[in-house]
């Protein structure tokens, strides 16, 4: 075990490992600190290579010590975007595909980390405060584990999300509130409960799973770190991460080279972390208003440090409106056969907006980061879409309704 307890990320003071999540002196955040020559001493490329296809490959950097619960998040495709690239002006473009996992979401990586943590200090309940893909995530992992769990959402959250997490059989509470009202009130529930919230009590472990999206990107590579990475924002964990991610990778001696170029997409009507990088000042809180629901985070608990993870990394930050998530989701759909949910709408909306402001080089090599499979946010992109053609089931009806184009093909091949 090479993990050397919980260090406070603002003031530097060290704790040992408990599900806690603050700062006594001072209110920062605690992370996970690690022994990196011991690791260093454990870890090569050739042991990570040998591992399972799953996050848990990675296991050497992560703080957990037995069997973990693994419904196999993680390790998912990363493939060359030709034709998007080619659509947005870009030269090497890849797409890391995170909408493959468990329950559909990026968020199987962190919960997978947070509920084994959770077995680890014994609590039979888990919970969270979930933006909608936690809310799964969660019930999921906490399913597979035998624990009881506790989800906490927003009551307008999109209804497929809904249903999905229902499935795994939760305690649902639907909030009549946002985000940060709901987090609001787990935070206090956690005062008091003896439940393991995963992004509350136990946030410091459950942010460490995130890393592997980093992690996965350098492997598949071939070992090397792309040029930049663009990573959707709610809270700006999964950024830091990516960020953490990197530097470990390089101070183990794994990889040679800096984190890239980070880049935050975040959603017009909900942007606080893009708008504190555009106007050079800190991060005002906002109320969110916009179709995108997973990255509705007006309050960002990491927003911070991605501010200091863009400048350091020499990267960027950008937003896409509504009417640019739903292009964004068409457009990745059309060009590259991925149907992603709003977050990658943001993701794909913000690259675009990005280029054609000059702030992404067409020669650099980028990494766009899809967290979300489409099959969560159909509701908000149906009537965005054209109609299909309804006909009775026979030929006369389909000649009726399609024969002019179809006789034009038969021409052709006579
Ligand atoms: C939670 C989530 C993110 C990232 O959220 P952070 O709070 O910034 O870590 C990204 N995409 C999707 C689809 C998510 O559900
Ligand atoms: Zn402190």
Redesign the pocket.
Known sequence: MTVKGLVCRNCGKEYPEAPVSICEECFGPLEVAYDYEKIKEAVSRKTIEGGPASLWRYKALLPVRGAPVDLGAGFTPLRKAENLGRALGLKELYIKNDSLNPTF???DRVVSVAVSKALEFSFSTVGCAS????ASAVAAHGAKAGLTSYIFIPADLNPAKVAQALAYGPNLVCVDGNYDQVNRLCTEIAGYRNWAFVNINLRPYYAEG?KTLGFEVAEQLGWEVPDRVVV????????TKIWKGFRELNDVGILDGGPPRLTAAQSAGCSPITTAWRSGGDIRPVKPDTIEK??A?GNPA?GRYTLKALKETGGTAGSATDGEIIEGIKLLARTEGIFT?T?GGVVIGTLKNLVERGEIDPDERTVAYI??CGLKTQDVLRQALPEPVYIRSDLGAFEAAIGHAHRQVAGEVA
């Open positions: 979401s990026f968020k933006t909608g893909n936690l995130s959707p924002a709610g809270s700006g964990s999964l950024l997973s990255l985070i990491d949910e977050a967290t979300g």
